[in-house]
């Protein structure tokens, strides 16, 4: 980093003002500062400070929300991925040993679910569709009270870890 | 507010920076530590206010949080000081827009301009006073110098002119400061 500490003024000085003068340059200048540092400007309030930084820890909150969703559709289409690659797999290999594919068993292989209900399956499968739904459509219960209280215990959370420091 | 400068070495800058990019308050908390006082003590001797360095310094901030994705390395101090300086200039031109307002009501608004300059005329010390003497270029020159610790190199790179116009305006400005100050 160049900042002015590590800059030499006398040789930057004499390039400029050549080195007659470069001295008179030099004391005008320590001297000017002089006065700056006798006289010290007022410090910022205490109040002042820890308003800022909670309007800070408030800002940067939604950009943190959104960091974390981002996360969690990534590993969602991973696992979506994951499960087709799976699928397509398991169905290959069955095929390729040439064993002749019953009904319903390949399902139960490569899908966790222990019983044969069919009802149930649909509705699991319609409740999935809707969750997709809202997610590609924004929604995404934003007006349900579980997002809410889950913000409100993101924001005491960040808060609690604000004030510890 | 010192100690925590000298305690900023580059690298923990750059971890600090770093997790401000990603969003984490407790490193933008770190940041207000170690830059809140210089700032502000730059943004009261170019304005002479305690109210309005108040404002400048939270905007400042504000604008950090924003604008910290699109620092792109180098020196850190140079952007933040740079965002500063725009930001005074801002409040510069509100001040101007603001004065002409305040021609057009001069009647209506004449008791709470009295009002204010009383208690700003109570605050400011001796320097604050000759400052004002100072044309505001080169009292923001003298201020950026002092408070950013930039070298000339940055600060003439900063306000886009010769390093030698930049060297020859603080030289003068300082010169001058210090006959107004009797010293």
Not at chain 1, 20 to 26: F, I
Not at chain 1, 64 to 87: C, F, G, N, P, Q
Not at chain 1, 120 to 148: C, K, T, Y
């Amino acid at each position: 980093m160049d900042n002015r500490n590590d800059e030499n003024l006398k040789e930057l000085l004499e390039n400029f003002f050549g080195p007659g003068q470069t001295q008179m340059y030099l004391d005008d200048i320590e001297k000017g500062e002089q006065i700056l540092r006798e006289h010290p400007a007022p410090e910022p309030d205490d109040m002042l400070i820890a308003n800022i930084k909670a309007q800070i820890a408030l800002s940067a909150l939604p950009r943190r929300t959104s960091i974390i969703r981002r996360v969690e559709y990534k590993v969602a289409a991973v696992a979506a991925a994951l499960i087709i690659i799976t699928a397509i797999s398991t169905n290959w290999f069955e095929k390729s040993i040439d064993v002749e594919p019953k009904s319903g068993m390949q399902v139960a292989s490569v899908f966790p679910w222990e019983s044969y209900d069919i009802d149930a399956l649909h509705s699991e499968v319609e409740q999935i569709e809707d969750e997709l739904m809202d997610i590609e459509s924004g929604r995404e219960n934003l007006d349900s009270n579980n997002d809410i209280s889950e913000m409100e215990m993101e924001l005491i959370l960040i808060a609690g870890d604000f004030w510890k420091g | 507010m010192k100690s925590a400068e000298n305690m900023a070495k580059s690298d923990d800058l750059a971890l600090i920076i770093n997790g401000c990019r990603k969003g984490d308050a407790r490193c933008f908390s770190q940041l207000v530590d170690m830059y809140a006082g210089r700032c502000y003590s730059y943004f009261y001797r170019l304005t002479g206010n305690n109210d309005i360095s108040d404002e400048l310094l939270s905007e400042l901030f504000v604008k950090l949080v924003e604008k910290i994705t699109s620092y792109k390395g180098g020196s850190f101090e140079s952007w933040m000081f740079k965002i500063a300086t725009n930001i005074f200039h801002d409040f510069l031109r509100s001040k101007q827009r603001r004065q002409k307002l305040l021609d057009a009501r001069k009647e209506r608004l004449e008791s709470e301009f009295t009002e204010l300059k009383k208690t700003n005329d109570e605050q400011i010390d001796r320097l604050q006073i000759q400052l004002k003497r100072l044309d505001t270029d080169t009292r923001e020159l003298i201020m950026l110098r002092f408070y950013s610790q930039l070298s000339f190199k940055e600060i003439a790179q900063m306000r886009s002119e010769p390093i030698g116009t930049t060297l020859a305006k603080l030289h003068r400005g300082l010169k001058k400061l210090r006959e107004f100050m009797g010293e």
